[in-house]
């Protein structure tokens, strides 16, 4: 069983920051991609960062400059450093990493966390 686990949210004024981490747990031979999703009322989950096994991380347009996602693989941890933040980040955030569970098939599956609220007072 393959959990992913959040942590790091909370309440904060505009302008504030918060870091969020999420461990990935279980029985598996490796974790490929991993990233930031987000969900605000009434709207659709939508991606914050990724972080590529290899290359560069990719970020939001509405998040560029503010928030740095980063990962510890020893520790099967990603993180998202959040500065500056502003009511409209409010929402719940997701952790996402693909797994390949079995060195011997390769075959990745998608697994989520279950989530951390972030609230951004104005």
């Known amino acids: 069983q393959v959990q992913l686990v959040e942590s790091g949210g909370g309440s904060v004024q505009a302008g504030g920051s918060l870091r969020l981490s999420c461990v990935a747990s279980g029985s598996f031979f490796r974790i490929n991609a991993m990233g930031w999703y987000r969900q605000a009322p009434g709207k659709q989950r939508e991606l914050v960062a990724t972080?590529?096994?290899?290359?560069?991380?990719n970020y939001a347009d509405s998040v560029w400059g503010r928030f740095t996602a980063s990962r510890d693989n020893e520790k099967n941890t990603v993180y998202l450093q959040m500065n500056s933040l502003k009511p409209e980040d409010t929402a719940v955030y997701y952790c996402k990493a693909r797994i390949v569970r079995s060195a011997t098939n390769r075959l990745e599956n998608v697994y989520w966390g279950q989530g951390t609220q972030v609230t951004v007072s104005s």
């Open positions: 972080i590529p096994t290899g290359g560069s991380t």
